[in-house]
């Protein structure tokens, strides 16, 4: 489908291939070029703060979503996404350069993939996660009535301090939705 833009833009501007190609895949993937060299890892805590609150039926779902439950002459949903997941996860992590947006393709197919759990589980999954959502709740309004007592640079304390009320914002919303969240299970 892109080809014949492709064949246009090398027409106009003869570098295209090398930069678009070469440099901008091959060598971004293969090399420190850019200077965005992360660990192998570095996309481990990337999937687990991408998949907040969600974080427990993500981690059943990639635990469990490569089994087959079919026939073999059958298509089977779950195992095509667990693959989808997987592929695009090793393929980035093993590149040399590493940016967070990367592994962006694997969350449509990762939520697919939570969401055809088994019923009990879903609700199983929701119950914990509300449970998960006051405690983190609980905890940011915690942190943002004890702000000023961890603010003793008086140069940084004026910059900080600005954040106790979305401190205290995300931890009200945190609250309402995890008791929101338990309300439905119930």
């Known amino acids: ?21 070469v440099r901008e895949h091959f060598q971004r993937f293969l090399t420190t070029i850019e200077d965005r060299y992360e660990p192998p890892w570095f996309f481990i805590p990337v999937l687990a703060a991408g998949s907040l609150p969600w974080l427990l039926p993500a981690g059943r779902a990639l635990a469990s979503g490569w089994r087959v439950a079919r026939t073999p002459s059958e298509f089977d949903a779950r195992a095509f996404l667990w693959v989808w997941c997987v592929i695009v996860f090793v393929f980035f992590s093993m590149s040399d350069s590493k940016l967070i947006p990367y592994i962006l ?6 939520a697919l993939l939570m969401a055809s759990a088994q019923a009990e589980e ?65």
């Open 1 to 21: 489908i892109a080809l014949p833009w492709c064949v246009l833009m090398q027409r106009h501007v003869p570098q295209f291939f090398d930069f678009f190609f």
């Open 105 to 110: 393709p694997l969350f449509p197919a990762l």
């Open 122 to 186: 879903l609700r199983r999954d929701l119950k914990r996660t509300g449970l998960g959502l006051v405690m983190t709740g609980a905890l940011l309004a915690v942190v943002a009535g004890l702000l000023p007592r961890f603010l003793h640079d008086p140069v940084r304390a004026a910059f900080f301090i600005q954040l106790r009320l979305p401190l205290l914002l995300m931890g009200l919303i945190c609250i309402g939705g995890g008791f929101l969240a338990r309300g439905k299970v119930e």
